[in-house]
């Protein structure tokens, strides 16, 4: 199995980014157990600040994986395009948010993403990624 992690705007600076928040480990450490958790899933991972890209990177690599795993960040708040890329690319898309985005600013409360994925993981830190891929495994 191959599933693409994309992460989005400012999650390639976890370990220093709000650590009271995100932690302090970056997520290429994480990646790494992840990869050591699951020897049999080929993790393939992308991180973009701009909406476009993730777009593009959605839209690009989705013939390649069976699955995808998205942190989106803010623009899980705010990208339509994003949503509809979900949407047409035909592929099963978890929505991961390592805070708890609904012990947060109002703003955060709802995912426009969200609606477009096979669900949501919220406020487990890191372990969310693990527990996405865990369960895109069990789907197949």
């Given at each position: 199995?191959?599933?693409?992690?994309?992460?989005?705007?400012?999650?390639?600076?976890?370990?220093?980014?709000?650590?009271?928040?995100?932690?302090?480990?970056?997520?290429?450490?994480?990646?790494?157990?992840?990869?050591?958790?699951?020897?049999?899933?080929?993790?393939?991972?992308?991180q973009a600040n701009e909406e476009g890209v993730i777009v593009r990177?959605?839209?690009?690599?989705?013939?390649?994986?069976?699955?995808?795993?998205?942190?989106?960040?803010?623009?899980?708040?705010?990208?339509?395009?994003?949503?509809?890329?979900?949407?047409?690319?035909?592929?099963?898309?978890?929505?991961?948010?390592?805070?708890?985005?609904?012990?947060?600013?109002?703003?955060?409360?709802?995912?426009?993403?969200?609606?477009?994925?096979?669900?949501?993981?919220?406020?487990?830190?890191?372990?969310?990624?693990?527990?996405?891929?865990d369960h895109l495994v069990r789907r197949t």
């Amino acid at each position: 199995m191959r599933i693409l992690i994309i992460n989005g705007p400012n999650l390639d600076l976890l370990g220093t980014r709000e650590p009271h928040i995100y932690g302090h480990r970056s997520f290429e450490d994480h990646l790494e157990e992840l990869r050591a958790a699951f020897p049999k899933v080929d993790l393939a991972y992308f991180q973009a600040n701009e909406e476009g890209v993730i777009v593009r990177a959605l839209r690009d690599h989705s013939g390649a994986v069976d699955a995808i795993i998205l942190n989106a960040g803010g623009y899980s708040h705010t990208s339509v395009a994003i949503h509809d890329t979900i949407r047409v690319i035909g592929k099963p898309v978890v929505e991961v948010h390592i805070s708890n985005i609904h012990a947060r600013e109002p703003f955060r409360h709802h995912t426009i993403t969200g609606a477009a994925c096979v669900g949501i993981i919220t406020g487990f830190g890191l372990e969310g990624y693990r527990m996405a891929v865990d369960h895109l495994v069990r789907r197949t």
